[in-house]
């Protein structure tokens, strides 16, 4: 179990540009999560998947969001046109596939907006 | 609207003595209620979970209190350590569903 790894760990880029986010989940983890954190919050649902099927992604913030996982395995959360307001902790975690299964979580990619 | 409410915001207790933290809900179909704790710079790691056929579990120094009827649930965490220094998150999700709504965070300090 080498845990969740999240790559890059921070990203500064300049407001109007695209970024992408890479999350590994664990590897006998069916189910991969992205969370949004704001500082002095908790982690906000963004969407989820279950093996490479995107199973929710009416909680994603805007259109110019979006998640693939195109294997099933690793998983990657873009941001198009980036505003001010996306800077965030980006957090991916995994879990099991039945109800209820641990969320397990990664370090997380910080994003600043210049 | 916050599904979770948590408090208090910040907390401060002696090293050796318990720290408690708070969090109710509104949404009576929520079914499992998970403790994050998070240091800074890294992800949240879970700590301890509930569901609500249980009124206690304890793990070590946490133990989690539940009250269906009044929609709390709490987190103590006994002996407090300077390493216990922390935010901690309470959560809550639906059965089926695989959302976590997390709480605003607590942020405890362990005074040596």
């Known amino acids: 179990d080498t845990g969740v790894s999240q790559n890059p760990r921070h990203k500064i880029t300049k407001r109007g540009q695209n970024v992408t986010f890479r999350c590994d989940p664990i590897s006998e983890h069916n189910r991969l999560y992205w969370y949004r954190q704001t500082l002095g919050q908790g982690p906000e649902f963004l969407t989820y998947f279950q093996n490479e099927a995107q199973l929710e992604k009416s909680r994603l913030l805007s259109d110019r969001f979006s998640a693939e996982r195109p294997k099933g395995s690793f998983s990657t959360l873009e941001i198009q046109r980036t505003e001010q307001g996306d800077s965030a902790m980006y957090l991916c975690?995994?879990?099991?596939?039945?109800?209820?299964?641990?969320?397990?979580f990664g370090d997380g990619t910080r994003l600043s907006i210049l | 609207q916050q599904q979770v409410k948590q408090s208090p915001q910040s907390l401060i207790v002696q090293k050796g003595g318990i720290s408690i933290i708070n969090c109710a809900y509104e949404n009576t179909a929520f079914d499992y209620f998970p403790w994050y704790q998070q240091f800074p710079g890294k992800g949240p790691a879970l700590l301890i979970a509930?569901?609500?056929?249980?009124s206690e579990k304890k793990e070590g120094r946490f133990t989690i209190s539940f009250n269906k009827s009044a929609k709390q649930f709490s987190l103590h965490i006994m002996d407090s350590q300077p390493g216990d220094s922390a935010t901690y998150f309470c959560a809550a999700s639906l059965s089926g569903a695989n959302n976590l709504f997390f709480g605003t965070g607590t942020r405890l300090t362990v005074i040596p």
């Open positions: 509930i569901r609500p056929d249980v």
């Open positions: 975690a995994s879990s099991r596939t039945g109800g209820n299964q641990p969320q397990h």
